[in-house]
């Protein structure tokens, strides 16, 4: 009996990623976590795709963190589908995947403008539909666009419309001054404060799993014999199925399905590829902090955009969320980056050198952010008292006077 393939439409209520949605995915930018949850979907919707196991074979948590429970972008997606307007998936897309972990979007105005190629009126249309979307106050620019969100879907006009109009007076909560600015008696400001206190400032909480979520690093750092060594952790070994494609390649369904597994193995092999590169430049600057536990050089963004010749929003998209492993702890890339002060001096070293100081010094007359200020300068490490300052609330370090030892 000849074989051909029939292909009939249902409607279920499950979810999977369809090739748009995984096609429009910021592969640099997403997790390991995240990646399994991709990886597994399309090995079970397409038949050309199939994994040759993994660099780490016995750490099965890799697939199994698919059954965590459902992400915000996730949820976003399914809500899409569901809405009467029309909009451009590409535009949505990159929207959401932009969202960083509290459900606030990542850039500013002019940065998706110049990013997405669309006009002000067209990134606003597709804004209002991301922020249409549950939960309410998704995709703000920040925690008070977020209360404003809320407080337009809750009829709260007045309240929303003095808020927008005088953020900055009623977030003093200084009575005097909100009503000499908004002309408001108390009551009104009462009302304005209860109606604030109706929404949440941070409304996708809900999905911040990070204390549950097992963390599976990207890369190992080992030293071998005063060398430094670089390996990939978990990084699935998918490929496409040629010979299947042979078979089945006259089928214009089939066809499609295969340009989408080779979209998706393309763009795995580079998002490895381009993690690796960018992880051993960072390596090679900070080997002697992996050698012999240095402070770390100074080293940002822009120095490594140079070196490899990316953007710097693709070496941070690319940083974003990775983690290494070195002598049995586990650490995010981004920890190796490291500010420059005026004087160019790594941050790392003077914030090591201001524990130093503080650990030596008289308990009962403790240094002022000044004399310590100059106790660096006699190591030839400059900075403003300012910068000191905020090194010093970094490290959660109190000031002299809360450091003074009572008698």
Do not use: W
Request: glycine content about 2%; charged content about 25%; proline content about 3%.
């Amino acid at each position: 009996m000849k074989q051909k393939f029939n292909f009939n439409q249902t409607l279920k209520q499950t979810f999977k990623l369809n090739q748009t949605m995984i096609n429009s995915l910021d592969f640099l930018k997403i997790d390991n976590n995240e990646l399994a949850k991709l990886i597994n979907d399309a090995l079970q919707t397409n038949p050309f795709l199939e994994t040759q196991g993994f660099y780490n074979k016995e750490d099965d948590k890799f697939l199994e963190s698919i059954s965590s429970p459902s992400s915000l972008s996730v949820d976003l997606y399914k809500q899409l589908l569901t809405i009467s307007l029309s909009y451009d998936e590409h535009i949505m897309s990159f929207l959401i995947n932009s969202l960083n972990d509290k459900g606030f979007l990542s850039y500013n105005e002019s940065e998706y403008l110049e990013t997405l190629k669309i006009s002000k009126k067209n990134f606003y249309y597709h804004l209002d539909i991301l922020q249409s979307l549950e939960p309410t106050g998704v995709g703000a620019f920040d925690i008070i666009d977020s209360i404003c969100i809320q407080l337009k879907a809750l009829n709260k006009n007045k309240t929303y419309h003095l808020l927008k109009k005088y953020k900055n007076t009623i977030l003093t909560y200084n009575y005097q001054k909100i009503q000499e600015i908004t002309q408001l008696n108390k009551t009104e400001i009462n009302q304005i404060f209860d109606d604030i206190k109706l929404c949440n400032p941070y409304p996708c909480s809900e999905y911040n799993f990070e204390s549950d979520v097992y963390i599976s690093p990207d890369i190992n750092i080992y030293i071998e014999d005063q060398q430094i060594l670089i390996q990939p952790v978990n990084q699935p070994n998918v490929v496409v199925n040629n010979d299947l494609y042979n078979a089945v390649k006259d089928n214009d369904k089939m066809k499609e399905y295969f340009k989408d597994a080779s979209f998706i193995v393309e763009n795995l092999t580079k998002r490895n590829q381009t993690l690796l590169m960018i992880t051993n430049e960072l390596v090679k600057i900070q080997q002697g902090y992996f050698l012999y536990n240095d402070e770390l050089q100074p080293c940002t963004l822009s120095d490594l955009a140079n070196i490899c010749g990316y953007h710097e929003s693709t070496i941070s998209r690319t940083l974003n969320q990775k983690y290494y492993t070195f002598n049995n702890e586990v650490y995010p890339l981004k920890n190796l980056l490291v500010s420059k002060t005026n004087s160019g001096d790594s941050s790392d070293a003077i914030k090591k050198a201001i524990l130093d100081i503080i650990h030596h010094e008289n308990k009962n007359t403790p240094l002022s952010d000044e004399s310590i200020t100059k106790q660096l300068e006699r190591q030839d490490l400059f900075c403003s008292r300012r910068v000191i300052s905020k090194y010093r609330k970094q490290l959660n370090i109190p000031s002299s006077s809360k450091r003074k030892r009572k008698a």
